[in-house]
């Protein structure tokens, strides 16, 4: 009988020892400094081009040993005041964190280096999804070469340079640093969140720099493709998105 009250009152000890561990670990976690970032609240989810209201946002504590330099992307919940009252850029969802990246200032001008300069390359909207890519981005053109053609029986003369061509191959001209999208000068989010109107986006500005000569040789390749015609047929390839 002594014996299975000893296994009682040993028993009951285990579970005291794990309660008071559990209790000291608690407290001890309510003493670990936090950074409070600045985060979407539950049941409030945010459309893009909706306007960010307070109510929509809450703050996401995480503990500052984990933090590391995240404060440099994500927002402080001390600093929702930079956001509310602006038009949200994307789409977000409860838990989500708002980004710095998000609501940049776009540049009010186009910048440029003495030794640079700005070309207004005309592609073709059907092989161009200027949404995709953004200013700082790295691309080339792809230009369909053509093999002349003998001309089929009764097509008029006037119809004979569209008739008398085939695309035997294409060539890629670049790599070129996206200096402006038509008027955008900014990324797409970006210039959504500061309500910026864009236009005539399909004219890729691309920045040559008079100091690396392979570059210039590359602009002069494609600004003469494009006066001898062809410049209906070009499109872009994205060979690298700018680092933010």
Known sequence: MKGMQGLIVAGLLGVLGVALNWIYLQGKTKDVATIRFLGIK???????????REEHLEAVPVPA???GNLKD??????ERGTVVGITATRRYQAGDLMYRQDY??????????????????????SGFVPELVD???RIEFVIPVYESQ????????????ASARRVVRTESIGPFRVGS????????????????????????????????QREVDNA???????????????????LEKRKL
Do not use: C
């Not at 992307?73 to 001390?78: S, T």
């Not at 089929?152 to 006037?158: L, M, N, R, S």
């Not at 002069?220 to 994205?238: E, W």
């Open 42 to 52: 539950a049941g409030t989810p945010l459309e893009a081009g909706q306007v960010i």
């Open 65 to 67: 040993l984990h933090a």
């Open 73 to 78: 992307y994500v927002y402080l919940y001390d």
């Open 104 to 125: 940049r200032t776009p540049p009010a001008e186009l910048k440029l280096a003495p030794h640079e300069k700005l070309i207004w390359i005309p592609v073709n909207s």
């Open 135 to 137: 200013p700082g981005d």
């Open 150 to 161: 003998p001309l089929p029986a009764g097509i008029e003369e006037g119809m004979a340079a």
């Open 181 to 212: 999208l038509g008027s955008r000068l900014a990324s797409r989010d970006v210039a959504r969140g500061n309500r910026l109107s864009t236009s005539q986006e399909r004219l890729v500005g691309i920045v040559v720099s008079q100091n690396d």
């Open 220 to 238: 002069t390749n494609l600004q003469a493709r494009i006066l001898s015609g062809d410049f209906r047929d070009i499109s872009v390839a994205l």
